[in-house]
Structure formats: structure tokens, C-alpha cells
């Protein structure tokens, strides 16, 4: 290659790797303009939802149906045997 093919073929390579950088980024502010917007439109709801959780809780509202359902629960350690066993599985 000559002298003049090496400085084209360089000046090419810086060109397109700029060419690159802007499109990245360009790519990368829209991709946070975006994202901002749905940060700030979740945020939205959230408060109107905090908003009307507040107000209920003011009210005592206690779940869709007025009532509070009471329990206990114990954990149970896992079964070890095979369901459904070997001696009774299908053939």
C-alpha cells in the first residue's frame, strides 16, 4: 500500500469511529430521556396510589371486603418419600 492509501484508509477509520461515538451517543440520550420518562410517570402513580392508600387507612378500610382474616401457619420439614412411589408408578 502506498503512503496515500494508508492516510485514507486511517483518516477512514478515524471517521467511522466518530461517526460511531456520535450515534452512541445520540442512542444513549434518548435511551436516558426515556428512561426519565418512565421514571417520572411511574413516580406519578405511585403517588396517586400512596395518595388513595393513606385515605383509606384513614377511613380504617381494611382490605376489599371489610374484614380481617386472622391465622397461624407452622412449616412443615419436606416429605423424603416419592410420589408417586416405586412400587405403585404407572408402567
Known sequence: MSR?????A???A???FLAGLVFAS???VVAAFLALLLWGWMWWRMRKLRRAVDAAMRRGATGPSGT???GEYR???ESTREFPPKDRAPK
Open 14 to 16: 478515524v471517521a467511522l
Open 26 to 28: 445520540v442512542l444513549f
Open 68 to 70: 380481617i382474616i386472622e
Open 75 to 77: 412449616v412443615e420439614q
Open 10 to 12: 486511517a483518516l477512514a
Open 4 to 8: 496515500i492509501q494508508q492516510f485514507l
